[in-house]
């Protein structure tokens, strides 16, 4: 589709993001601180030795302006993390900004907030006490209790690399955003654009040396430090669509990007800090072109959208037990009232769909998991290995959605053949609304082995089974199943 050029005025009131933020960062110092599918995302990644050339394209994110229409392909911002369920399986946690209104807050937000509560640590006087860095002392008043470390830490072990860098449930605050790479033809030749990423660290192979099929990319770019310079720079030059910019991560906390509007500078003085050599992947165009305005965008809200409540509840359920058992709350209860709703909305939006009768186009092999290990970056996700990465974007199956009617729900039991559902070593162990889910098993052309296994709603989140954890012991297949399945149908490991 075609997008329009988008006005300088959409613009406005992000840009007074950089007064609020830098008044912000004022306050903190003065008081010491206080789901995948199918389409595999394409990464730009940003190089810490020189930076990369590129264009932004769509709106800023609404955060940033409340009440602003903003769509589905215009830059996002959630909070993300990368932790472990219940079970000791890692999974991806996404959670939507904090609500201006407390009433209308996430109920992951709120348990959060309950579950790490402080009390403040005063001196004589009654003023608070702060350490040799300036911050403000204060203790976890739930100290102790065995589902704090899991709140605060992800269920991460102390000995574990991640530990360190884990952020726990709160996660990290990124930006998403869609751009145009300068610095080669990929966006051109796939008429696609980009999804911009912080960078990309590389798993190993068995004598320890880097192996570069072994991707993991970090999702988006940390909010903190970069929207204050976007929001700089759009004060200044308006919107973002208009110039090409440099950005580069510098290692360091603050400041830790390094932004260049290098579409403005080419041509003057300035042009010296564009990095060397990079000046010839500038555009000079000063705005997108039409071509570039019929770009696909990727579809963030969908690609990104908060992690579903029953999802929640499977795989953190038992944690929300305990600390309403500690805390005498309710979450868990809510949680369960919510994760029905949720249930019964999509069945009833779903209540005349057709039932699928074939699969009409083929299957990407499902991507292998690989899990963080080794220091690499905690808020990061392999790419599926068994595609060039200059490819282009993985086909979606096409998939028509069968009935989801309560009476109905069971149809599609039965009408796997049963060579197929022999397949499955996971299929005792579904649920029936898990067995209906299933509408085709794709196996390999000799038909002993599963290749994929089609779901009966293109839409549905899909999480690959994890393969390993990094110390040489296999505990699932890599196939794809829905995040809210509790088995792998395939191999049979419970999630």
């Not at 109920?107 to 402080?118: C, D, L, P």
């Not at 300036?134 to 574990?160: M, N, Q, R, S």
């Not at 999480?463 to 954890?469: I, L, Q, T, V, Y």
Request: aromatic residues 10%; contains cysteine.
């Amino acid at each position: 589709m075609a997008y329009a050029q988008v006005a300088d005025d959409e613009f406005a009131a992000f840009a007074n993001r950089a007064e609020e933020e830098a008044e912000a960062q004022k306050n903190r110092n003065n008081n010491g601180g206080f789901e995948k599918t199918y389409e595999e995302v394409k990464w730009l990644y940003l190089d810490k030795a020189a930076g990369h050339i590129l264009r932004l394209v769509g709106r800023p994110p609404a955060s940033m302006k409340p009440g602003s229409h903003v769509d589905p392909t215009d830059a996002h911002e959630i909070f993300f993390s990368k932790i472990k369920d219940d079970t000791g399986h890692q999974f991806e946690l996404k959670l939507p900004m904090h609500s201006d209104d407390p009433n209308h807050e996430h109920i992951m937000w709120r348990i959060i907030n309950k579950a790490t509560e402080v009390k403040y640590r005063r001196g004589p006087d009654g003023k608070v006490l702060k350490g040799s860095d300036g911050k403000a002392l204060k203790d976890y008043i739930h100290e102790g209790k065995v589902w704090l470390p899991k709140v605060l830490k992800g269920g991460f072990a102390e000995t574990d690399p991640q530990y360190k860098f884990n952020k726990g449930w709160a996660g990290q605050q990124i930006l998403l955003v869609n751009c145009i790479d300068r610095e080669d033809n990929w966006c051109a030749e796939h008429k696609h654009t980009k999804l911009l990423s912080k960078g990309v660290s590389y798993g190993k192979d068995a004598n320890g040396n880097p192996d570069y099929s072994k991707e993991y990319p970090t999702k988006g770019v940390p909010s903190y430090g970069v929207c204050s310079l976007l929001s700089t720079m759009v004060n200044t030059y308006q919107s973002w669509e208009k110039y090409d910019i440099q950005l580069r991560p510098t290692g360091q906390t603050s400041p830790s990007m390094e932004l260049l509007e290098a579409g403005l500078v080419l041509g003057t003085p300035m042009a010296a800090k564009i990095a060397k050599g990079k000046e010839q992947f500038v555009s000079k165009n000063p705005c997108l072109t039409p071509e570039e305005l019929e770009y696909e965008r990727y579809d963030i809200e969908k690609f990104f959208a908060p992690t579903s409540y029953q999802k929640l509840l499977s795989k953190l359920g038992n944690t929300i037990k305990a600390i309403d058992a500690d805390l005498n709350t309710r979450f868990y209860e809510e949680l369960t009232a919510l994760a029905a709703k949720e249930k019964a909305d999509w069945e009833a939006l779903h209540a005349n769909d057709a039932p699928a009768e074939t699969q009409s186009a083929p299957v990407a092999e499902a991507p292998t998991f690989v899990p963080t290990d080794d220091g690499l970056d905690p808020y990061s996700q392999p790419i599926p290995t068994s595609a060039p990465i200059q490819e282009a974007v993985a086909p979606q199956p096409t998939v028509a959605t069968p009935a989801r009617a309560v009476a109905p729900a069971m149809q599609n039991i039965g009408t796997l053949a049963p060579s197929k559902i022999a397949l499955l070593k996971g299929w005792g162990s579904l649920t029936d609304d898990e067995k209906a889910g299933i509408v085709d098993v794709v196996t390999t052309p000799d038909g002993q082995a599963i290749a994929d296994i089609v779901y009966k709603d293109a839409n549905w989140t899909l999480c690959s089974c994890p393969a390993d954890f990094g110390d040489g012991v296999r505990y699932g297949c890599g196939k794809n199943s829905p995040d809210f399945y509790t088995t792998c149908p395939s191999c049979g490991v419970k999630f």
